[in-house]
């Protein structure tokens, strides 16, 4: 089932930020074609110098050092699904559909099935802030164009880890400051296949 991110439902993953303007990360957006396939940039030097970087960072970050990025691409699958022990802000820069769910669902094995999660219908330009340990994954497009999605994140998060090894009761902490349960078709180098279910789009 398809919902709309203003539906009471998505309450429990975060709220919309109506408050604050992001043209100028919106702009810079525009220029950029959606990629063949999925691109990931987790820091952008020329998004991070723009006055609103420090803006975001001081009224929406608490004066945490921030990183501005973002994903694009074609997409319909669910191939792998990611929480942040901190809050993450994205902006659709195109219409497209997110996929959310709590990570207390995970279960003891790191197992996590994709019935657990919901779909919402996310319109251009929305800036959705996820709570911390909120699910995701990369959107899924809702037509032939691709999608665009600018993310924002505390500094360096998601970045490889310079010297930690992983063990059994970490096993889906994949990058710094990024738990990820990943399908067994998706082929993520380095990450636990754990995730069930069926993973294709609505």
């Not at 973002?70 to 996929?99: F, L, P, Q, W």
């Not at 959310?100 to 219908?121: K, N, V």
């Not at 990820?180 to 636990?192: R, T």
Request: aromatic share 10%.
């Amino acid at each position: 089932m398809l919902r709309y991110i203003f539906d009471p439902e998505f309450k429990k993953y975060g709220r919309i930020i109506e408050d604050f303007d992001f043209s100028q990360l919106k702009q810079y957006m525009d220029r950029i074609t959606a990629s063949k396939y999925l691109e990931e940039q987790l820091s952008v030097e020329e998004m991070e110098k723009m006055p609103v970087c420090h803006k975001i960072q001081c009224e929406l970050f608490h004066e945490l050092p921030v990183q501005i990025g973002y994903m694009s691409g074609h997409n319909h699958r669910i191939h792998g699904v990611e929480y942040h022990k901190s809050k993450v802000i994205h902006i659709a820069a195109t219409d497209c559909v997110m996929y959310l769910g709590l990570s207390q669902d995970i279960e003891p094995t790191h197992e996590y099935h994709t019935s657990r999660m919901e779909a919402f219908f996310v319109p251009k330009g929305t800036a959705v802030e996820l709570n911390c340990g909120v699910l995701h994954c990369a959107p899924c497009n809702v037509n032939g164009y691709g999608f665009k999605l600018i993310c924002i994140a505390p500094k360096h998060t998601s970045e490889p880890f310079c010297m930690k090894v992983r063990t059994e009761k970490d096993k889906i902490l994949f990058a710094r400051n990024k738990w990820l349960i990943a399908h067994k078709d998706s082929d993520i180098e380095g990450a636990f296949y754990g995730l069930k279910g069926d993973t294709e789009a609505v």
